[in-house]
């Protein structure tokens, strides 16, 4: 029992992990002593983050641009070519589009879903050799898939492709959990609410604090809540969880309701 959350010595790969939700999940495992591979399309910022993220564990670059199945394949088989198992794989890298509905454009729709639904899967399928050859009935190997409370609620944005592509990707974590249990892989989903990103940077400056005001825990998430949830889904604590959906939000799903 008393080394429940303890996630060191595992490999991992967390793609889109030079920023946000992925630099959080990434940092959070090579603090713990996880040999961590990051991804993202920007090669400068991949290889920054990997480097500060180097200064306390080990953690190594790869850039690949995951809105194409061609980047997609060329990530799996530098991974393939450096490791022959891999513990955890974080499908982390994603896009939003934001449009009025009257003009929202089918690149806005293919290019979300391409990145959102698309890469994880077939990053997943190229990767199942590796995950399969680490995978066992006392520590199966894990996939976490990072969605969206958008994909369990409607927002009030011109978002149209991001929360659907969100709730496809919880429901292939679903498929993943049941199609790979019996290889010993688990799958599960995270949902994260208000993070400081990026992608919620927009936002953020213009709506930050009535954000705030209406999550119930009265905050926008933190690095270390991100990163915990993870380490628990990574480590035998997580080892029965398969098939979940878990909002890390401050409760804003919870206290959700229809009128």
Request: hydrophobic share 45%; glycine share 10%; net charge negative.
């Amino acid at each position: 029992m008393n080394n429940l959350f303890d996630i060191s010595g595992k490999t991992a790969l967390v793609t889109g992990g030079s920023r946000g939700i992925g630099e959080m999940i990434a940092e959070g495992f090579v603090a713990n002593g996880v040999k961590v591979y990051i991804s993202a399309r920007k090669a400068e910022a991949c290889n920054a983050t990997a480097a500060r993220l180097s200064e306390f564990g080990e953690c190594i670059s790869i850039p690949a641009d995951l809105s194409t199945l061609e980047g997609v394949t060329r990530l799996a088989d530098e991974i393939q070519a450096r490791e022959s198992r891999l513990d955890v794989l974080v499908n982390n890298a994603g896009a939003t589009w934001g449009a009025p509905i009257e003009e929202f454009p089918e690149a806005g729709w293919d290019k979300v879903m391409d990145i959102n639904v698309k890469g994880p899967f077939f990053l997943t399928q190229a990767l199942l050799p590796l995950l399969e050859a680490s995978a066992s009935p006392e520590d199966p190997a894990r996939i976490i898939n990072v969605g969206s409370i958008d994909g369990l609620n409607v927002n009030k944005m011109g978002t149209y492709s991001y929360g659907p592509s969100k709730a496809a990707i919880h429901h292939l974590t679903r498929t993943f959990a049941s199609h790979l249990a019996d290889r010993n892989i688990t799958a599960n989903a995270i949902a994260p609410g208000p993070f400081p990103s990026k992608m919620t940077a927009g936002i953020a400056a213009a709506m930050g604090e009535e954000i705030r005001k209406h999550v119930p825990l009265k905050r926008w998430g933190e690095p270390a809540d991100m990163a915990g949830t993870a380490i628990f889904l990574a480590s035998a604590a997580g080892a029965y969880v398969s098939g979940a959906v878990i909002p890390v939000d401050g409760g804003i799903i919870a206290a959700s309701r229809t009128l």
